[in-house]
């Protein structure tokens, strides 16, 4: 399966301010998937990046929040913006890649503390 | 995506098989059964997908009803490493779409 590089893997932030999390991997993917998973809960997905288009975002996500870049076919960015306590979470990224079924895989998380 | 029901939580002694059921009554012809993990915080890892047939591998076997509404994610032998959430997904293959979770079922393997 493809292997997902995604940095940092755990921070502690202060409120207000932002954090740029990093998704790389290995082989060229069409689509990057980012998920937030809120303490306790499962994950829900937050956007859709296509290289060379802009993201596209689930209800509850909006741009300005969660800004995403995608410059190529195997890296894109989360950013999170002004940050709160509510955004304390697990982000991850995932990809499609259909090498013998494996499907979708995910790389590690960030662990993001915000105080 | 057809929606799926699982139990929210099941325990398992150690070495015993661990069967974690799935309902998905509305699944379409060409939809496969995926089957996720997620142990403490790490991404999810595939464990094993199939569409109609039984699938195995060398950590579980899926079971798929022969009117496809429901399966049966098996661990043969489970251990206390196979504590996780398990996630059952029904999604077209190679759909370009992002795989939508559900609750999943919290899997305790007691010693």
């Known amino acids: 399966s493809a292997v997902i590089s995604q940095k940092p893997s755990r921070d502690i932030c202060q409120r207000g301010t932002s954090l740029t999390i990093q998704c790389q991997v290995d082989?060229?993917?069409?689509?990057m998937f980012w998920y937030r998973q809120q303490p306790g809960q499962s994950l829900t997905l937050i956007a859709t990046?296509?290289?060379?288009?802009?993201?596209?975002?689930e209800s509850g996500f909006v741009i300005d929040k969660f800004p995403i870049s995608r410059p190529n076919l195997t890296f894109s960015t989360l950013t999170v913006s002004n940050m709160s306590p509510e955004d304390s979470s697990i982000y991850l990224c995932?990809?499609?890649?259909?090498?013998?079924?494996?499907?979708?895989?995910f790389g590690s998380g960030t662990r993001l503390t915000v105080v | 995506d057809a929606k799926t029901t699982q139990p929210p939580s099941m325990d398992c002694a150690e070495g015993r098989a661990a069967n974690l059921p799935c309902n998905h009554s509305?699944?379409?012809?060409?939809?496969?059964v995926y089957w996720y993990r997620q142990i403490h915080s790490q991404g999810p890892q595939y464990i094993i997908h199939?569409?109609?047939n039984n699938e195995t591998n060398e950590m579980a076997s899926l079971i798929i009803t022969e009117d496809r509404k429901s399966s049966t994610l098996i661990l043969p032998h489970a251990t206390l490493r196979d504590t996780a959430v398990y996630y059952c997904?029904?999604?077209?293959?190679?759909?370009?779409?992002?795989?939508?979770f559900g609750k999943g079922t919290s899997l305790l393997v007691t010693p």
């Open positions: 995932s990809v499609e890649l259909d090498r013998g079924g494996y499907g979708y895989t």
């Open positions: 082989s060229q993917v069409t689509m």
């Open positions: 990046a296509n290289q060379g288009s802009e993201a596209t975002y």
């Open positions: 509305t699944i379409s012809g060409n939809e496969y």
């Open positions: 199939g569409l109609k």
């Open positions: 997904i029904v999604r077209v293959a190679n759909s370009g779409y992002a795989l939508n």
